[in-house]
């Protein structure tokens, strides 16, 4: 997979790719992470991205032709499947659009920053506007960085363990169940004894319910019920 994303802090892209997962999974070449800085496609010596909205109003607007130029070079390069743009009212991630984009070849990702980007660059270029929550951000860059780190991990081969995604919270609208490591006895507080049964059917069937409990109590919205 190869992931080009537009903006203009590369700056503060950058370090999320440089540790870890996403470190390793960039390293074992299972994804290719390019960062485009936007400013690097306009033509003005002040290197104008920005400009104030027509019809008035505060906030400056992102100019529609550095973008097309970034875009358009890239295009011209390889095909995309999808053009995605970060922005408070996009659809919000979850674990289904990241289980979707994990299985794409090439994808841009546009960081958005001000009031956001002139709507002509959404109607022309963007396939997919996805937010990271309902709250507004300074920019698009850490919401594409959770993006990519969402997306990334589900890459085959990514995490050392294949099973380790599929039991994630979410994936089968159920939050993760509660998990113990050593010590069995800490401090008189307890790890629950099925876990030590050698039962494998009888400690799955107690994952589900826990699942399913903590859930309900939690996030019964995903369940349909
Ligand atoms: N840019 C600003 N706020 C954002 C959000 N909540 N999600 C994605 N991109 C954003």
């Not at 358009?72 to 990241?98: C, F, H, W």
């Not at 709250?135 to 698009?140: A, H, I, P, Q």
Request: negative net charge; charged residues 30%; aromatic residues 8%.
């Amino acid at each position: 997979m190869r992931i080009d994303i537009i903006t203009v802090l590369p700056e503060l892209l950058k370090s999320p790719f440089e540790a870890s997962i996403l470190k390793r999974a960039i390293e074992a070449e299972l994804v290719e992470v390019h960062f485009h800085n936007l400013r690097d496609f306009t033509t003005d010596n002040y290197k104008t991205i920005d400009d104030y909205q027509f019809g008035g109003g505060a906030g400056m607007v992102m100019m529609v032709e550095p973008i097309d130029k970034c875009i358009t070079k890239l295009k011209s390069e390889r095909d995309y499947d999808e053009v995605i743009y970060m922005t408070p009212d996009g659809e919000t991630l979850n674990q289904g659009i990241a289980n979707q984009l994990s299985l794409k070849e090439n994808i841009i990702i546009l960081c958005g920053h001000y009031k956001g980007v002139d709507q002509r660059v959404r109607d022309h270029f963007i396939t997919r506007e996805i937010s990271i929550g309902d709250y507004v951000l300074s920019g698009g860059e850490l919401g594409a960085a959770v993006l990519c780190d969402a997306v990334i991990r589900l890459i085959p081969g990514v995490l050392g363990n294949e099973t380790s995604a599929l039991t994630d919270s979410f994936q089968d609208n159920l939050l993760a169940p509660p998990i113990y490591t050593r010590p069995r006895d800490y401090k008189g507080w307890q790890v629950p004894e099925v876990l030590f049964s050698g039962n494998f059917p009888e400690i799955e069937k107690w994952r589900e319910e826990k699942a399913y409990e903590h859930t309900k109590k939690r996030r019964p919205d995903l369940l349909n019920e």
